[in-house]
């Protein structure tokens, strides 16, 4: 199992980015996959997570709206657009991936997920 991470970088508040996760060693339909976030300081956050099969998604309260995870089977790859950032969204995003069957109410529980990617650094800042 591996995830890469990739996407981020420093934009202006109210611009987009879109961070990607590629994975190999596994189908996507069979696995949950999780964006968390880490600021400065601060614990990791369940941003946007994806159960796997049919299925059904959770964001944290402060990106519902404005961010979207999605599946690309032809890239392998987990993406989360993420528009009109702010800057409380600066942080390293992580993917993370359990091929246990996860329920929405346990999708952004960092403990979820045995297997993690490395980072991408977030910057919002004018």
């Known amino acids: 199992v591996q995830l890469q991470a990739s996407g981020g970088g420093l934009v202006q508040p109210g611009g987009s980015l879109r961070l990607s996760c590629v994975v190999s060693?596994?189908?996507?339909?069979?696995?949950?996959i999780g964006w968390f976030r880490q600021a400065p300081g601060k614990g990791r956050e369940g941003v946007a997570c994806?159960?796997?099969?049919?299925?059904?998604?959770d964001y944290v309260s402060s990106v519902k709206g404005r961010s979207t995870i999605s599946r690309d089977y032809a890239k392998n790859a987990v993406h989360l657009q993420m528009n009109d950032l702010k800057p409380e969204d600066t942080a390293i995003y992580y993917c993370?991936?359990?091929?246990?069957?996860?329920?929405?109410?346990?999708?952004?529980?960092?403990?979820?997920?045995?297997?993690w990617g490395q980072g991408t650094e977030v910057t919002v800042s004018s």
């Open positions: 994806m159960s796997s099969g049919v299925y059904s998604t």
């Open positions: 060693g596994f189908s996507l339909d069979y696995h949950a």
């Open positions: 993370a991936s359990s091929s246990n069957r996860l329920i929405t109410s346990a999708l952004r529980y960092p403990s979820s997920y045995p297997d």
